[in-house]
């Protein structure tokens, strides 16, 4: 008999007072709990650990104290039906109370129902195997059974009377070692049919779990086992859409769980393709569509799962960014969808506020859910009409009335549908373009040529539409786009149109689509990105603005497409990273690399995040958010971690194959990373070069390594390290390359050793370097490394760069070498000056800094404390070496053709100014170097005078 509130209140606070002052609440809110207290009490059950939250395994251990004297069917289902029963209200008592937040429930939900299953594969097990023997492959090894749990359970996230899903499979095929021959499928057909009936069968003690194996391959007409090789086969061949998304939540929980895991890494690319997926956006709109007709055709508006702006619209929110992205970001492959949705706020993939609201709403909805299907013990997602029913679901929720709950539920649901509404918004605008109609004449020739141009010019295109009408053609003609599927040339057209919409609001509409266009063809054989310019609004507009913005940027993009991915965010576009920042990014993705030996993956990852972080600072710049020292700033912070990370993989590779290298004293011997040009003096442009310098401290360079596979002498290892390093920065892959590397600085340049001891660098410097690499060494800094060689290369730098000088040698030294690099570098002509080489310009004021750095280095030792050209000019003026004028002059002219040249390298121009245009600059310069030197950077001969 169900016992009221009332009867039981007395009971509680005599057996269990610390249950007793929540009770009301309780028990108000759920029948289920009431019917089971009843049994409880009634038995003089201990209902301590209602009051406590359970340790992880708590749940294990009951289950198998429950199942240890177990011997028949029928005991081990008693005893299975108990223990769910009585941890069912003990979830939902903590639930109702207050005392256990949503993640509790829905874990301890989940850690019962895959303890029941583990028990239950357990007891089948032992159970077949007395009668049929153990499943043994053809070399003789365990078949091993393994659970998936998917759905709700797969992440960890069960509700209270939910079905589980689940998947069986085993990990080979072959025949069982004992009486009569009975195959592994067959064995595990049994096995699977007799865990389901341990847990689905309706006994006088009630059920365990409603088991669904309908996400199995083939469905009901597919086997209830699967061999591993038997489920690869089916979905490389046979997957479709719908299983990729069910697949997210996958998770072995039963069986060989190292097994399972196996498994799953065998079938993530199936999951998670290896680049963006635009198309998951457009199978996940079509499984949606399929849930709205069937709740249009159910009446199930009001469903809190299925409805709109219900349960099932988050999970599909956050599913498409783990099928769009999973494949180049490993963090969104975690099967918990509360994670995950942090994880999209916190990385700018939602803003955060957005990301925080659904997690509000997803509480919320799940919550209400839990307490409706608690009263109960029923499955529904329904509110109920009933009034006591309704009662109850105040009483578990602590609301007021019912009008309350329904606003609360309402405003809920309003931000879960405005949410999925613009992420899996249809674009059916793109249908009724303006320009559709316009383009798929254009695009099927149906239009005479003075019809094409007569209608371009009409809609905006007025100074080129000829241009317009060729770029068409020409896309048209492509190889790739003559090969698309009918559904994908569709998508280009309506692709084209929204184009047209874009480019015909900026000035220059025909430069906006020319350049766009080449991004266009890039991709064309890339259905994943035509969907995604397709799908967002976003991502298109950034692009031709980037596009009209920059040619050079317009390349860039081509050149790697990925980067299309980081369009998304305007957040993150225009806001590229700090330094911290950026080291920490890569070293994290470094960290998630699946093989970190894998020279190919570790180089597509430099490469891609390079790419990434470039595109990021370059639409910065274009944006006008970054003045130009901030972008080289950024431009050579990404350098050094990529650098550094190089040296990282190269190191792991060689000490895999050959061990290390070690000096006479055991210490593992030093490598370093030395950085000279615009790379040491921190002023990194787009598509620089690396000028670098390899130094190693190993005093015994014939001895061999230690601790590989096998040994080689350390000389060639160290070179060999050097080698790969430049490798890891230079090598053209699929991705591109990372930087071309220019080691023509090193100690007797081409003819020098690719790696140098700092020792001998050392000796090289003192005794055999000419001015000029004294010079280059007032911009060398060390990037990477040991960092004992970047204290050994910093007192190098400084003895030899605080030398004390002959002035009039110096002098003559750097006018003789200046003349020299205007006699073949400078390509000033009467009507156009070399901003870099021309007289008065970029590399007059670096040889001026420079000599006086060398020249007055002895007298000051914060001359040298920094490698760039501004801070050494600004130390230099501290020290006396130059005036403050002629220091802030010097700035200011190299600062204004930086930025000058910076512009022209964006817009792929030649850093040739009119001849009159920086002609106050150049005079200002020109006579700096006049007083300082005695005679202009031109002349071959020192002047005393």
Wanted: with cysteine; proline share 3%.
């Amino acid at each position: 008999m169900l016992l009221t509130p009332e009867q039981l209140q007395p009971l509680l606070a005599q057996q269990a007072p610390a249950l007793a002052a929540v009770a009301p609440r309780v028990l108000q809110g759920s029948r289920f709990v009431r019917e089971v207290l009843g049994l409880l009490l009634d038995a003089q059950d201990d209902l301590h650990d209602f009051s406590q939250p359970y340790k992880s395994g708590r749940i294990d251990a009951l289950l198998n104290a429950a199942m240890a004297e177990v011997t028949d069917a029928a005991t081990a289902m008693r005893a299975l039906r108990r223990v769910r029963r009585r941890q069912m209200a003990r979830i939902a008592f903590r639930d109702l109370a207050g005392w256990a937040g949503l993640n509790e429930t829905l874990r301890d939900l989940s850690d019962l129902a895959e303890a029941c299953v583990q028990a239950a594969l357990k007891f089948a097990e032992n159970r077949l195997q007395q009668r049929y023997g153990v499943p043994r492959s053809a070399r003789g090894e365990v078949v091993r059974p393994v659970v998936l749990a998917m759905g709700k359970l797969g992440g960890q996230e069960l509700n209270f009377s939910s079905d589980i899903d689940l998947i069986f499979c085993h990990t080979d095929s072959g025949e069982c070692d004992g009486r009569g021959a009975l195959s592994s499928d067959e064995y595990f057909a049994k096995l699977s049919q007799d865990v389901t009936r341990l847990l689905v069968a309706q006994t006088e003690d009630g059920f365990v779990f409603r088991v669904d194996t309908m996400l199995r391959p083939f469905g009901s007409a597919g086997a209830l086992s699967a061999s591993f090789a038997a489920l690869e086969d089916y979905y490389q061949v046979h997957g479709r859409e719908w299983e990729r998304y069910a697949l997210i939540k996958a998770r072995p929980i039963a069986g060989s769980l190292p097994a399972g895991a196996r498994l799953l890494q065998m079938l993530r690319p199936f999951v998670y393709r290896r680049y963006l997926d635009y198309n998951a956006i457009g199978a996940l709109r079509q499984l949606k569509k399929l849930i709205e007709d069937e709740v249009a055709r159910k009446g199930l508006e009001d469903n809190i799962k299925l409805g709109a702006g219900g349960i099932r619209e988050v999970e599909f929110i956050v599913q498409s960014f783990q099928l769009v992205r999973g494949g180049s970001e490993p963090r969104l492959r975690d099967h918990r969808l509360r994670r995950v949705l942090r994880f999209l706020g916190a990385e700018g993939y939602l803003t955060a506020a957005v990301a925080s609201q659904l997690d509000d709403a997803y509480v919320f909805l799940r919550r209400l859910e839990n307490a409706i299907q608690m009263y109960a013990d029923q499955q529904s997602h329904a509110l109920p009409d009933d009034a006591r029913a309704r009662a109850a679901l105040l009483a578990a929720l602590d609301f007021e009335d019912w009008q309350t709950l329904s606003a609360r539920l309402e405003q809920v649901r309003g931000v879960v549908r405005e949410q999925f509404s613009q992420v899996f918004s249809a674009h059916s605008d793109a249908e009724h373009s303006p320009h559709l109609r316009l383009v798929s004449a254009l695009w099927s020739g149906t239009l005479t040529a003075d019809e094409a141009l007569d209608a371009l010019t009409s809609i905006g295109f007025k100074r080129a539409p000829q241009r317009v009408f060729e770029l068409l053609r020409a896309l048209h003609e492509l190889r790739l786009v003559r090969a698309m599927s009918e559904q994908t040339a569709l998508r280009l057209l309506q692709l084209l149109a929204q184009l047209f919409d874009e480019v015909l609001q900026h000035p220059d509409p025909e430069v906006a689509l020319e350049r766009t266009f080449k991004v266009l063809e890039a991709i064309a054989g890339r259905s994943n990105y035509l969907i995604l310019l397709l799908e967002s609004d976003v991502a298109r507009s950034s692009l031709v603005r980037l596009c009209a913005a920059s040619p050079w940027l317009t390349g860039f993009i081509a050149r790697a497409p990925i980067v299309l991915d980081r369009l998304l965010d305007l957040n993150s576009l225009y806001s590229p990273p700090l330094r911290e920042e950026i080291f920490a990014e890569l070293a994290e993705r470094a960290a998630l690399l699946a093989t970190p030996l894998d020279t190919e993956q570790a180089m597509d990852l430099l490469r891609h995040y390079h790419r990434e972080i470039t595109l990021r600072v370059a639409a910065a710049d274009l944006a006008q958010a970054l003045p130009l020292v901030k972008v080289s700033d950024r431009l050579t912070w990404l350098a050094e971690a990529v650098v550094q990370h190089a040296v990282a993989f190269a190191w792991a590779d060689m000490r895999a194959q050959y061990g290390e290298p070690h000096n006479r004293d055991g210490r593992v011997a030093g490598f370093a990373v030395i950085a000279y040009g615009k790379f040491g003096g921190i002023e990194l442009g787009y598509g620089s070069d690396l000028d670098l310098v390899f130094l190693h401290d190993c005093d015994q360079l014939d001895e061999d390594s230690h601790g590989g596979a096998r040994a080689i002498d350390n000389g060639t290892y160290l070179a060999r390290l050097a080698q790969r390093v430049i490798s890891q920065l230079s090598t053209q892959t699929a991705a591109g390359r990372a930087y071309d590397v220019d080691m023509e600085l090193r100690p007797n340049g081409r003819s020098g050793l690719i790696v140098s001891s700092i020792t001998s660098f050392a000796d090289y410097q003192r005794s055999d370097a000419w001015t000029w690499e004294h010079q280059a060494l007032t911009r060398a800094r060390w990037v990477a490394g040991a960092a004992s060689l970047q204290c050994a290369f910093d007192r190098v730098r400084a003895e030899i760069l605080m030398r004390a000088r002959d002035d009039q040698k110096l002098r003559a030294d750097i006018l003789e070498m200046r003349a020299r690099m205007r006699l073949e570098l400078d390509r000033s002509s009467e009507s156009l000056w070399d901003i870099k080489q021309g007289e008065g310009g970029l590399v007059d004021i670096e040889f001026i800094t420079q000599y006086l750095v060398l020249r007055d280095a002895h007298r000051d030792p914060r001359i040298i404390e920094w490698s760039d050209n501004w801070r050494q000019l600004d130390a230099l003026a501290e020290a006396g070496s130059i005036g403050a004028e002629d220091k802030e002059d010097l700035i200011h002219c190299y600062r204004s053709y930086r930025s000058w040249a910076h512009q022209c390298s964006l817009q792929q121009a030649p850093t040739m100014a009119a001849a009159h245009e920086f002609a106050a600059k150049r005079s200002k310069v020109m006579a700096i170097v006049q007083r300082c030197l005695g005679a202009p950077l031109a002349v071959g001969t020192s002047d005393d005078g």
